[in-house]
């Protein structure tokens, strides 16, 4: 395996991106943070370049702003508040995180710069032979399930065969209580759409802050806890379980960053349009 280093990737001008860890270097999520609050009121006062953090997580729960209750863990288990966009999301060992931390002009344009990464992520999944694409309403990178349509057809392919799905007729289904076959982590086996790529930002003071985590080989089942990204009708996916091969952080990573660079610098900043 490839090892990988920790500091700042040098580059003359531009992004600058800081390994923070990973692997057994793993970041609890208040240290990282903490760091991102740092380099952001850094940024804000331009004592520093657009900067993005890279790492890995010591697993851990955290819940954006639109989080309902009865989307987090039924057992009690800590979540992290959290001050970002989005709901509630798991990150850990196998799972890619980065942290843009760029400052834009005003009035900022949100939803442009999620549109942002979302592209840069989906060239990251091209250059592995997976299609990643965009959910019309739902950010991040998704996996679109097969347009199979009957059980019998499901089940030829390998699929799970449920004869009857209840989050048809339910918008409240809660997979957690209704057994594994309906798992977030099953998706794949269910030819469901399946999110690889999460996203959940904030902007403040013009500069922005959290960002992505992609799933490359995580425990995907650390997400049946919880109803991910409050989204009851699909499912999580790896680029492993995709690709159905091992692949690590280290072969990743170095993509991540090329295509980071070329969208985040090769993009004409502009104003929200008011």
Not at 24 to 32: F, G, I, L, N, P
Not at 76 to 88: A, L, S, Y
Not at 217 to 242: H, M, Q, W, Y
Request: glycine share 10%.
């Amino acid at each position: 395996m490839t090892a990988i280093s920790r500091g700042e990737t040098p580059a003359p001008e531009g992004l600058r991106f800081v390994h923070l860890g990973f692997g057994a270097d793993a970041v609890d999520y208040e240290s990282a943070w903490q760091e991102q609050r740092r380099v952001h009121a850094a940024r804000f006062a331009d004592e520093l370049p657009d900067t993005c953090l890279l790492l890995e997580h010591q697993a851990v729960y955290t819940a954006g702003r639109r989080t309902s209750e009865d989307e987090r863990p039924l057992d009690g288990t800590p979540v992290v508040d959290v001050d970002r966009g989005g709901k509630i999301t798991w990150h850990g060992p196998g799972q890619l995180v980065g942290y843009p931390i760029q400052k834009l002009p005003r009035p900022v344009d949100v939803v442009a710069h999620v549109r942002r990464l979302e592209e840069a992520l989906i060239r990251v999944c091209a250059e592995f032979g997976v299609q990643g694409t965009r959910v019309e309403g739902r950010s991040g990178v998704w996996i679109l399930g097969d347009t199979v349509g009957t059980a019998e057809q499901r089940a030829a392919l390998g699929g799970l065969n449920l004869d009857f799905d209840p989050r048809t007729a339910d918008e409240l289904f809660d997979p957690r209580l209704n057994g594994p076959e309906y798992a977030p982590s099953n998706a794949g086996q269910r030819r469901e759409d399946r999110k690889l790529a999460a996203i959940g930002i904030r902007v403040a003071k013009g500069v922005t802050m959290h960002g992505f985590a992609l799933n490359v080989n995580p425990d995907n089942t650390s997400f049946d806890k919880i109803v991910p990204c409050g989204i009851r009708d699909a499912g999580v996916a790896s680029l492993a379980n995709e690709l159905g091969r091992e692949i690590t952080i280290a072969e990743v990573l170095p993509v991540v960053e090329k295509h980071l660079r070329d969208v985040l610098e090769g993009a004409e900043l502009l104003p929200r349009a008011v």
